[in-house]
């Protein structure tokens, strides 16, 4: 699963009684094609929120085992400016439906992979 494909969520999990939602984001970025993977990026990001304020994230994970939740994302290659700017907005309005958005770079495949 990865940030291409709608409607799924990559992996979930609790740490530390936050319920986290992870998106795999395997695309490089910095090529001609970043405007179509931030479109990619924000459709998963509108899937994430969907499935969590629909309730139907109550039917896999029981709402008193975790007190929060933060979709994550965690990019293959190192994000671009414009990504940047593009996540800080996205986290001012994932906090605002009173989840967590945050991000980061897998620290286990280097980018000359």
Known sequence: MSV????TIDFAG???????????????WGEE??????LFLQNKIND????????DVNEHFKPKSYDNIII???????????CIKFLDMS????????FGL????????????
Do not use: C
Not at 33 to 38: E, T, Y
Not at 48 to 55: D, H, K, T, V, W
Not at 102 to 113: A, L, M, Q, R
């Open 33 to 38: 094609s970043d405007d179509v993977h931030l």
């Open 48 to 55: 994430y929120l969907r499935f969590i304020e629909s309730g």
């Open 91 to 98: 986290k001012q309005v994932v906090n605002n439906a009173g």
């Open 14 to 28: 609790i740490e530390k009684n936050v319920l986290v939602l992870s998106i795999a984001d395997h695309l490089p």
């Open 102 to 113: 945050e991000w980061e770079t897998s620290p286990i495949v280097s980018e000359s992979d």
């Open 4 to 7: 291409m494909d709608k409607g």
């Open 72 to 82: 994550r994302i965690i990019g293959k290659y190192s994000f671009s400016p414009d």
